[in-house]
């Protein structure tokens, strides 16, 4: 099967809202090879499929913070506030759009949600195991206990790294920069 789309390009449009994994009704569309217009015609022909943890509208508050993310249309702005659709309602959407494009980014865009759920799932499970370990090495650590302390508060520092501030540059930056 020829591949359509990377599954890092994919993962990369995943957006994390309200603390849901979704994908924009626009980069959705630009994946099926259709217009948002004609995405949401589909939809709102079907909207009975798409309750509200499978499809949402972002608020004011959400589209500004993700408006550098987005296109806006050609008149200068959006309309509406973009819709969102949920890994439900992405799945939702390969029962309304029937094309053989559709059905291939589909089953892409699904194998994608997969390996995050998978990755999250790893990434709990260690650190429960990593804390469960520190917990019963508090009370009584010799230098060997150190080392092993200190090699997982590593561990815990690479899943979890701490926020970087973002510091303001300026000038500009030469071609040698």
Same mark, same amino acid.
């Given at each position: ?52 943890? !499978? ?29 969102? !659709? ?26 994608? !949600? ?37 090699? !997982? ?25």
């Amino acid at each position: 099967m020829k591949v359509l789309v990377t599954h890092d390009f994919i993962a990369d449009k995943i957006l994390i809202i309200r603390g849901k994994k979704v994908m924009m009704v626009s980069i959705l569309a630009e994946l099926y090879g259709v217009k948002v217009k004609v995405l949401t015609q589909a939809v709102k022909r079907n909207i009975e499929r798409f309750p509200e943890d !499978f499809m949402f509208r972002l608020s004011k508050d959400e589209y500004n913070n993700l408006k550098s993310q987005i296109v806006t249309s050609s008149w200068g702005g959006i309309r509406k506030l973009p819709v969102v !659709f949920t890994e439900q309602g992405v799945a939702m959407l390969s029962s309304v759009l029937s094309s053989k494009r559709a059905v291939q980014v589909n089953i892409q865009i699904m194998r994608v !949600f997969a390996k995050l759920r998978e990755i999250l799932s790893t990434h709990k499970e260690l650190q429960a195991k990593i804390d469960k370990v520190l917990r019963r090495y508090g009370h009584r650590i010799n230098e060997h206990d150190q080392k092993i302390a200190y090699i !997982f508060k590593l561990i815990n520092e690479l899943l979890d790294p701490p926020e970087k501030k973002k510091s303001k540059k300026y000038g500009f930056i030469t071609g040698g920069q």
